[in-house]
Structures are given as structure tokens and as C-alpha cells.
């Protein structure tokens, strides 16, 4: 049966997510996104202001992601393939300057469109409805274009990750995000002159749409892998490493787009090395998973203001999972990722 889960506190109160002094209302997760994010009670200069949207699509031969990531002084956006047979990956970014946090929508579930046009970068994401729709056009990685149009289904009957976080710190610091672990994916994209296809049966999409004030020296670990077993859609979202989590967790089992909570989930790794497996536990024993690298990926950057130190991984998790009712879920070799980055921003 379901484990004592202490301290997590469940939001299921709509409202605004910050008072007009610029501190949260709630802290906790929730299934849903139900608290506005009212950025004009913000307290902090807007070259505090984090915000990003990324989106990640796997299938057993290749993936893709997408991630437009403002932070007031500055936006970015990035595109990587991978190629899970020859496992290599091919990545391009782009930037904007003084950008002034404009850029990107205020809510995660109204319609929007997300342009970010440059010569060599021009990509669109649309909320249209239960979809979100992916649209790349002449996007330029070495001798390559990439081109193409993806869209995925948002089943809004589904939960969702959603945590509202903040920092003891500082108490207008803060940290809400909406994670959608598991959107069939339909669509393709021309790399290289080859044609890629996505089929909704195999391809799955992740959505991470983040907004808050960070402190200027961050660390997070986050995990997450999705698919379908014996019929049924799966995923699960693992992480932490930032903010005051002494009312929550991110760590959520979905089966059949229902939450299975999970308290606390630690990661296993040597040396953060992303060559080799990292291990996941739960202090709950509820959770017990290995990830086998396919894809290993570090990446380090300085720029003086602005330093990242990333190990990442894509590969295939095993391992298994107790739901609330008591049954275990086994899972052999699902596509997913794990991550584990310092920033400097």
C-alpha cells in the first residue's frame, strides 16, 4: 500500500502563484498547473527572470529536442538530434541580446506561438488546443539542414508534474514548472536530406516549461523516460537539487496518465560520468531504476558571467516501480534521460 509521504503538500487550490510582495502563495506540486503565474508581482529585476520552454521526442532510432531559454539579458535557442543507432549527436544554438524576459507566453495551457527567427535558426512552437506543434525551417548544423514539423498530443486528462519551489534564502526567489511526460508524437523532420519519421505508437514527447528566479548558482538532477507497457502509457519524472523541498518532491510515477507519488529519489553516479549507468533509488522503496548510457554527453562553458558543467545521458532505463495499490511495475529498456548541471547565470 501507498508509503507515509510525510511532508508533501498536494496543491489543488487555483489562485495566483505570487503575493504582491513578490513570494509564493504555495509551495507543493500539484497534477496541474492551476496557479497563474501573475509575473507582474515579481520582485526581482528582470535580469533575474528565468524562463524556458524545451521539448524532448524519442523513438528507439532517434530523437529530438527543441529549447527556447530566456533569462532577461539574454535568449537562446537550441536544437540537437540524436541518433540512437550510430549513437552520436549533433546539436546548434543561437542567441539574442537584452531580450528583457518578452519572449515567451505566461501560462502553459493557453494557445501561444513561439517565434525566434535568425538566419541560420528559424523555429516556431505552437499551442493550438490539446496539441503542441513543433515547426523547424532551415535550421543550419554544420552542412546540414534540418527541417520539419512535429505535433504532439496533450491528453488533458492526463497529470502532470507541476511544483511550485522556493528558497530559503531568500523568499522571492521561486521556481514553477510544468512538466508533460508523455505526448504521442506525429510528424517528421529532414536531417541531412534523410527523412526521419515519428509514429505515435513508438515516438513520445516531453514537455518542461520552467519560470522563476533563480539564485545566481544553481545545481539540479532530473530524470525522466516514458512509453507504453503491455498497452498502457507510462513515465515517470525524477529530480532534485534546487530549492527548499521540505514540502515536496518532482518524483511522479504516471500509469495510464494517473499519479503514483514518490517521495524522495536519489541518483547514483560515479563521478556524475555519463559514460556509465546511474542508479536510482527512492528512500520510499518504491522506485528502483538503472539507466544504461546509449548517448553520453558533457559539456562545459565559461564565459565569465556565465558557466554551465553538464553530464548528460540518453539512454535505456530498467528497473521497477510499486504503485500505489501495490502492484510492481517492471520496465526493460525504456528510452529516457538523466542529468545532472551546474550553472553560473
Known sequence: MRKNLGLQNEITVSGTLLSSKGTLNQRGWARKPILTYNKENIAKSWIRIKEWDHFSILN??????????????????????????????????????????????????????????????NATIEKRGNLRLLKLDNIQIGKKIVQGDVKLTDDPSMDNTVVVTGYKEDSKLF?????????????????GGKEYTFDPQTSFGLMDW???????????????????????PIAFNIGYGFGDLSSHTENIFFYNGKVHKLDEVVFHHENRDPSKPWKFTSNDNRFRMELVPLIPHREKLNYGLISLNSCLLHGLYSGEVLLDEGDIIRIENMLGHAEDIYWRW
Open 60 to 121: 528507439p532510432e532517434f530523437g529530438i529536442q527543441l529549447t527556447i531559454g530566456d533569462i532577461g539579458y539574454l535568449t537562446q535557442m537550441s536544437f540537437v538530434f540524436l541518433d540512437f543507432k550510430k549513437r552520436k549527436r549533433f546539436d546548434y544554438a543561437t542567441m539574442k541580446f537584452l531580450t528583457r524576459s518578452k519572449l515567451l507566453p505566461q501560462s502553459s495551457l493557453e494557445d501561444s506561438i513561439i517565434e525566434f527567427p535568425t538566419n541560420k535558426f
Open 175 to 191: 521556481y514553477y514548472n510544468h512538466k508533460v511526460n508523455y505526448m504521442p508524437a506525429k510528424g517528421g523532420i529532414n536531417f
Open 210 to 232: 520552467g519560470r522563476g528566479i533563480w539564485p545566481y548558482r544553481t545545481h539540479w538532477l532530473w530524470g525522466s523516460a516514458c512509453g507504453i507497457i503491455d498497452g498502457i
